[in-house]
């Protein structure tokens, strides 16, 4: 229930910080029993009948507040419209009168105020009105939490004096490949009567309470974002890496890295831009042709639908570089009107200039448009997106942790926080592995990234006397699940012992839209996982990392034996780069 929980979390669309992990999961206790499967084939049924436009938005508003999710007259009341009492309308600062369409109370002073829009997006274009409304009303009276929902999509907001964020369900998403999603477990854990009850007076409701630990705690989440950051700038490297070679083969490798820096820093000075308001995320034609906030919400939703889909579609990088444009150039259009930043940061580069960091940045920015080869697939942008958008923190469970990816308050980040992660990426260099010989970055110390022949030339020996000095690492893993390997990008070390997930990989990465690979490619990619996987496994009996049962073994003492040095071989083993390929280690 738990990973339903954070699964459905990470997929709903976040403006600021609501919640973060560790307080998601102290929501677990409020997760309801499973939907009835009458219930669920009847909010199937709505759903389906509100998207085709065959049901009005009221009355389905009322169906899952009261069906689905358990606000009904049995655990409080229901006020509406007129009977409203005078004091839940409130004023706001140029003096119109706002109140909501309906409140739930009950006796133990639970109160959910829900708001009603008209318009097709709430919080864009026309849509910015309700919501600028509903946070000005919170911030009038007393109550911090309010429901604002057009049927389509349900934003849970928050507002305090100097602060509002809110995370926002999609009815579009409630049901995936045919099944219940994980967004409505989440909607019916946070959109549940006990998460608004308050266990004693005096005190605020769990959710409240959560909502208000979690502002005290953003500081931790932005501190793990500059590794995000850099994982994100050799996701771009990777995914020019043949069109770099070919125009680029003379220019110094330091020169092509801090190209993508500025690439990948423009992203982040944008989230940084649009979470303040300084670009218009709320004007519809900005949010749906250009922004990044808008474009997250569009691949997040293809990805839901399938990833396969995004693997094969190339329009996501070519919107950011116009985005890039516009910033820079700015837009007079009354529809659009964004003023001329210009600055270095997003100058574009010549085509014709001789200066390395210039030719390389001219890749990054017309490669994507030679009709010759597909390159920077929209799951390529997606997995770039994801990894600046959000950070992974630590969650203890008892004896046990886990690892979560969570969204980033950009907000709350000051500019020369952003100064610090651009001084951050400046301790890496590029390079590529050499010809014939992958390099492997093991789970020790602070994982070097060494040849795979100079480990194979070590005696056992040598090999016990590296990981003695170093220390190991690799044991984070077994706190974490195996999510050390999930998250690393391009070869782990799933793909050299043959895990299905790594297979699932290379099926998606071939489907990208580049050259199927030939028949000797293939072959040295199996090669190299097999010369891997056998050195991680002499490795780790060479180190002694698993204690081997004294005397001899039966063959099911031998088999645990030899599952615990593969499963520990796996860890031990970050990630391998196939000769040609870029990656990124730090200075020395």
Known sequence: MNDMLRAGWDRLRHGGLLLDAPRVLALAGLQPAPLAPQREQELRRRTAALLAGDDDAAGFVAFVLERICGFAALRGAWTRGAALADGWARRTLVGELVRPRLVWRDAHGAVLPVFLDTEQQIGIGRGRRTASQVVQWLRAGDER?????????????????????????????????????????????????QAFTPPADGQSAPLLAAILDSRKGQAELSAALGERVREAVELLVQAHGDVLHDRCGDVAPAAVYRAAVRVVMRLVVVLFAESRDLLPRGNALYHGAYGVGGLLDELAKAEARGGSRLARTFSAWPRLLALFRLVHHGSHHPALPVPAYGGELFAPAAGGDRDGLARALHVFETATFDASRAIVSDREVYRLLEKISRTRVRLRQGRQSTWVTVPVDFSDLSSEYIGILYEGLLDFELRTAPVGDPVMFLAVGDQPALPLSRLEGMDDRALAALLEAMKDTSRQGDDEGGEVAAESDGDDVGEASGDDDAADDDAVDDAAGRPPPLADAADHRHITRTRAEAWARRAVEAGRLVARPRGTLTPDQRRAYEDAVARKARRLVVRVVLPGEWFLVRWG
């Not at 999609?170 to 854990?189: C, I, K, M, S, Y």
């Open 145 to 193: 939490l309010a429901l604002l929902t057009n049927g389509r999509q349900w934003r849970l907001v928050f507002a305090g004096l100097d602060v509002d964020a809110w995370c926002e369900w999609d009815a579009d998403l409630w049901f995936e490949a045919g099944a219940l999603a994980p967004q409505v477990h989440v909607l019916r854990t946070l959109l549940a009567p």
